[in-house]
């Protein structure tokens, strides 16, 4: 839970509104093909949003086995983690999500 929080936070600060400029919608910020191909049909339903991203995130641990590199790719995408040999990307924007979102899971996780 502290993780998915976390995440949660870091993307959209809880607003089921949220749109980027790269265009993922809602808490978990679902890009549109995510979205689709995690069964969302609409992303700005605080439920399906969460559901989907939080299946999302459940792959990308089960994948890397590792916290930082599945918040690589749930930022960057898997193709860039790969494209860098299983590390964090060398993307200012995914080094700062990960480390945001690390700090914010260590303050959930001591208060949960």
Request: glycine fraction near 8%; proline fraction near 5%; aromatic fraction near 10%.
């Amino acid at each position: 839970p502290a993780f998915l929080h976390a995440v949660i936070s870091a993307e959209s600060g809880y607003n089921p509104q949220a749109v980027s400029r790269a265009g993922a919608v809602g808490i978990m910020q679902l890009m549109p093909g995510t979205a689709k191909m995690l069964g969302v049909t609409n992303s700005y339903d605080l439920l399906q949003n969460m559901e989907g991203g939080a299946k999302y995130l459940r792959g990308l641990l089960n994948q890397y086995n590792s916290k930082i590199l599945a918040l690589a790719a749930y930022n960057a995408g898997p193709g860039a983690v790969k494209k860098y040999n299983n590390q964090i990307p060398p993307y200012r924007e995914t080094q700062d999500y990960v480390k945001k979102v690390m700090n914010y899971y260590e303050t959930y996780r001591q208060n949960m």
